[in-house]
């Protein structure tokens, strides 16, 4: 294999897909999604890349390479509710999907991440840095991607693995249609990032010469609904 080695979780979709389509002009790609049926069209778009099907939250992991130049985490749920209203299985849901499986799968690429000297890239969100009425769990699962990707960076710093936390605000996406329909408002692309823009970003990330890190970076859509 010429070509570093991306693994994109949640890439069947929104912003995975968008960083997917980004890193494969440059990377084999292995193409992450819970169905065959719906990484194939991304996979078909690419110079290189192959399938990784799983169920994160619930499945048996596929093999991975012995290499790993860049693992980014996109796969995730949203939730949204008061907390006098959210239950013990949704915050089990929502925090198994978007912490524990990120853990489980960081733990097993590390050997292949440090093999590689590579790049961990976790896609947080806004609600990783505040957290507001309605989102509790949401945002109590972000930080706690935070909280774990801050302590990864200072542990495989002296493996020379990087550790990079991105937070995109609001996203055309699946996830942002169902929430905006959740909020009861009308859906209007202008007040929201582009997938490709947060793919972006990642690119810049995964560019960065090794001597450095880009340890947090936020992007946010430019208009913001009401201001
Ligand atoms: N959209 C936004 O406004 C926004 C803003 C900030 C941060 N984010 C974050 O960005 C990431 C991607 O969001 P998105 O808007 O692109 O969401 P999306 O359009 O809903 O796509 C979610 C992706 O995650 C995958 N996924 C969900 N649960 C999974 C599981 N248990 N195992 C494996 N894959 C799973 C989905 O796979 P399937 O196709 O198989 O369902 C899909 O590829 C998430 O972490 C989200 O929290 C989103």
Do not use: C
């Not at 996979?43 to 192959?50: F, I, K, M, Q, Y």
């Not at 749920?77 to 499986?101: C, F, H, I, Q, Y």
């Amino acid at each position: 294999m010429d070509r570093p080695i991306a693994l994109v979780t949640g890439a069947s979709r929104g912003i995975g897909r968008a960083v997917a389509l980004d890193l494969g002009r440059t990377h084999h790609v292995l193409v992450g999604g819970r169905t065959a049926a719906a990484v194939a069209p991304v996979v078909a778009a690419l110079p290189s890349a192959e399938p990784f099907v799983a169920d994160l939250a619930t499945d048996p992991l596929p093999a991975l390479p012995d290499r790993l130049d860049v693992l980014v985490h996109s796969a995730g749920v949203d939730s949204s509710g008061r907390v006098a209203d959210t239950d013990r299985a949704e915050w089990e849901r929502v925090l198994g999907v978007n912490v524990v499986a990120v853990a489980d799968l960081t733990r097993a690429a590390l050997p292949a991440l440090r093999a590689a000297q590579g790049l961990v890239v976790a896609v947080n969100s806004g609600a990783g840095l505040t957290a507001s009425p309605g989102g509790a769990v949401y945002a109590a699962s972000k930080f706690a991607l935070r909280a774990f990707t801050d302590a990864l960076r200072e542990e495989e710093r002296g493996a020379g693995v990087r550790v990079s936390s991105v937070h995109p605000g609001r996203t055309d996406s699946d996830m942002q249609q169902e929430k905006v329909a959740g909020e009861g408002d009308e859906y209007d692309t202008r007040y929201y990032l582009d997938p490709a823009s947060v793919a972006a970003v990642v690119r810049t990330v995964v560019d960065l010469p090794a001597g450095g890190t880009v340890e947090t970076v936020s992007v946010r859509p430019t208009r913001i609904r009401g201001r």
